[in-house]
């Protein structure tokens, strides 16, 4: 989309001249020396200044283009915020005499630095305490998985015979370890939902609503698909998929923490159609090895463009199968361009899958091991 075009000094110190000999009988502004030519370059200046802060506002009037500051008003009249983020979320495990009281406020960090805090206490049973922590920080760097160890910091107010070390373990709720954490949404992440909320305004309950509810709720959702149930058109199938680092191109299942915390937000009585019942259902993954014979030449490096290749496929065009929509049918011919694009490639034959792949309601398509043969 075109700007608002910036007029040079010179053409506007040329017009401020033209002013200066029509308006005064007998001034000629283009010659030298004479005052009208110095008044015409500063006037030329001054609305060269109004030409940048004119094109500075025409910026800030659409959401397409704005600065932070003002997308952030865009958005405000959408009643739309850039999530916040928020911090992974579980329970681990730590020794301690049977009978001991560990009280909440823990401190404990991992091995690469990463600080939690309890936010629970508790009474050790059978040389044992289980209690809740939450990162210090929010973002997926929090999340850790069912065994991780975290170090008790020295100073934190522990009572004598607690042990230094605590794991990660499953949670009461399916938990898988810590999870939940979700990076602050970023600039551009806010402005195609800001843009979104604009191209498409809400229809009382349409699959568009729910996916823009479901962004709402989970920043990071890289896919959201949307559906009824054949049985009842009254329940709403949503299902989601994430992505943790936007440059990596890579998206994955959410886990069970996040699904709970986008099935709250969507029930949200004040967001839900009345007559409406929600479920954010969790994706079956279902590997699809490759199996590539013939690939010539057969390098290291041809072998890695191979592979992110592909995985750009998957990232780009899988979906999972559907309750009403149908199943969703994985394209041979997409994997095979994909080899067939990666840089350094002269030739190869694409030997499993041998044909489409079909994937059934709930199951979604990710890629599995790529295998090489002669």
């Known amino acids: 989309m075109a700007g608002y075009e910036i007029r040079s000094l010179a053409s506007l110190s040329k017009v401020a001249r033209g002013y200066f000999t029509g308006a005064v009988d007998g001034a000629v502004a283009a010659l030298w020396a004479n005052t009208f030519t110095v008044f015409a370059k500063v006037l030329g200046q001054l609305d060269h200044l109004h030409d940048l802060r004119r094109a500075w506002l025409f910026k800030q009037i659409f959401a397409s283009s704005a600065d932070e500051l003002w997308l952030t008003r865009h958005g405000f009249e959408l009643g739309l915020s850039r999530a916040p983020g928020a911090p992974a979320f579980g ?22 630095g990463v600080a939690y805090t309890s936010l629970t206490g508790g009474t050790a049973r ?7 922590v939450e990162a210090d920080l929010a973002g997926a760097a929090g999340n850790a998985s069912i065994g991780t ?25 399916g938990e898988a370890g810590l999870s939940g954490g979700i990076e602050a949404e970023t600039l551009e992440a806010f402005r195609a939902r800001v843009l979104a909320r604009k191209r498409n305004p809400p229809h009382g309950g349409s699959a568009l609503d729910y996916a823009q509810w479901l962004r709402e709720a989970i920043p990071n959702a890289a896919g959201v698909w949307v559906d009824s149930f054949s049985n009842d058109t009254r329940s709403v199938w949503v299902a989601f998929t994430v992505v943790d680092d936007p440059d990596a191109g890579t998206s994955r299942l959410p886990t069970p ?13 004040l967001r839900r159609p ?28 041809t072998r890695a463009a191979i592979a992110a290749e592909v995985a750009a496929v998957f990232a780009d065009r899988a979906e999972p199968g559907k309750p009403t929509q149908g199943p969703f049918s994985l394209s041979r011919s997409w994997l095979d361009e994909a080899v067939s694009r990666a840089t350094g490639e002269d030739r190869h034959r694409l030997t499993s899958p041998a044909a489409d792949l079909v994937f059934g309601a709930g199951e979604y398509p990710v890629l599995g091991t790529i295998s090489y043969t002669d």
């Open 257 to 269: 923490g996040e699904i709970a915390v986008a099935q709250a937000y969507l029930d949200d009585p």
């Open 91 to 112: 329970q681990v495990s730590l020794p301690a005499p049977t009978g001991v009281l560990v009280p909440a406020g823990l401190s404990f960090t991992r091995g690469d």
């Open 126 to 132: 059978a040389g044992l305490v289980t209690v809740y």
């Open 149 to 173: 160890s975290l170090a008790l910091s020295p100073d934190s107010p522990a009572p004598d015979g607690v042990g230094d070390t605590a794991t990660v373990v499953a949670g009461d709720t």
């Open 274 to 301: 009345v007559t409406a019942r929600v479920f954010v259902a969790g994706l079956i993954p279902i590997p699809v090895p490759l199996l590539i014979a013939g690939l010539d030449p057969d390098r290291p490096e």
